[in-house]
């Protein structure tokens, strides 16, 4: 009740807030994410014959909520559930490109290097933060894991914050630059896809729906 997820109902019984109701919205929708994405990111393993992420973010780091691995023997090695430093793949850029200014400025200063390409440079990592936000997509050029490269587009929700980010790694003999300027279209078409369909689905639109229902029936 001190928390506010229980309301005391006089004389001696408890309701359920909206703040616990909310909760167990932010829990659903987690898993809407993952289902809605899993056929996007199956067609877009298929398009581009790499390994697809989905992350979100959480702090500093990027967390791998789902993967659709590619059947070539050589591929870039992670899993679902593991963390990255956000600052070093292109799905943890995708995300924090489209945080507030104030706050990447000052990350900016506190920047650790996975590899000798990392990039720390307060000024060169703000150049790239603004450079993935004209663009609308993220590179990793061998910034996490050496010979790994990486493309990734953000995903937003209804009300146009980065929720999350839909990406595609593999080794750079494959994923040289001109190719993965190629594949920035089907990589951006499917994070909008997934906005839109999230944006629907999300949270947002759900507490959206009940409060404008809630009216109606005042």
Known sequence: MDERYVVR?????????IKLWELGSAALWSFDLRRHADALMEALMQSTGESVHLS???????VY???????????AYSQIGGRAQAHCVATGKAMLAFRN????AEI??????????TITDPDGFQQEMQRVRRAGYAINRGEWRPGVNGLAAPIFDGTGAVIAAIGISGP???LRMARLRDLTTPVREAAEQLSTELGEIGPHA??????NHWGALG
């Open 9 to 17: 109902v006089p004389p001696a019984s408890y309701t359920v807030s």
């Open 56 to 62: 979100v973010l959480d702090g500093r780091e990027v």
């Open 65 to 75: 909520v789902h993967k659709v691995e590619c059947p070539n023997p050589i591929r």
């Open 101 to 104: 200014p104030q706050w990447f």
């Open 108 to 117: 900016a200063h506190d920047l650790t290097a996975a590899t000798p390409r």
């Open 172 to 174: 750079d003999t494959r």
């Open 206 to 211: 759900s507490l959206m729906r009940v409060t």
